[in-house]
């Protein structure tokens, strides 16, 4: 396993300086959280390419800020619209691609849908299909918001699509659902992808790593026995720390503990 983050922890930092931040840090790995469409074209995308290249950094996934108008988009009987929707996403899969990415990640419908849900994977197995095409794969996460922060739906998801899928387990997202991290970790089970990692106590589900009680060596010993060898992905808002310095610290901590539970 190695540690990352995301470039959504900058936000509202432009695309461009945060990566400048991952790459001057050295970071391994990081996840691209994809702003605008600006940031979609050739050029945009080659000169993060090069910038990652330089440092060493992985880009393991690409999230796009499409996230909540997926419900519209591909949760209705409007199937026009969702056909129409997967050749929009191609544009992330390009980008993606020309990252070196692995994933991208997806949300999907909103909690309190009555949307079959079956339609729904299967409208989710045609744009993985639509990803794989660009040698990457959408990967479902967990959100508390949406149908698939509940691991009924995750295992029956799984389930439906005959473990042919992707999850991304996000830590944050599993307490705000009140679901446990280590039932949606056996709910997703082998087809586990991608983590995002965040700190928590008592009153706070998202804190810069080494600020609350999380459990980390059972965590990342429960990901290691399950077979997981990804990228542990730090995900915070902006909001959820003071400085820059404070964030990077969460990322030396984040490394101290998986070295702690090699």
Known sequence: ??????????????????AGHIAEWGVPACEVF????SELTAEFTCELRR????????????????????????FSDYTTRASDSIELYKHFFEAAAALGAEYFVFHGDRKESRFDPRRG????AALDDAARSFGLRAAQENVSRCMSGRTDYIVSMRRYLRGDVCFVLDVKQCIRAGSSVPDMLGAMGPCLRHVHISDSDALHDCLPVGKGDFDFHGFIGSLAAA???GALITELYHDNYSSL???RGSLDTLKKRLGESV
């Open 1 to 18: 396993m190695e540690y990352g983050i995301s470039t959504s922890c900058f936000y509202p930092m432009p695309l461009r300086q945060a």
């Open 34 to 37: 994809v702003n605008t469409f």
């Open 51 to 74: 910038l990652f290249d330089q440092s060493g950094t992985r880009v393991v996934s690409v999230h796009p800020f499409t996230s909540g108008m997926e419900p519209l988009m591909f």
């Open 121 to 124: 994977w299967e409208r989710f």
């Open 227 to 229: 077979g997981y060898d």
């Open 245 to 247: 310095e404070e964030l």
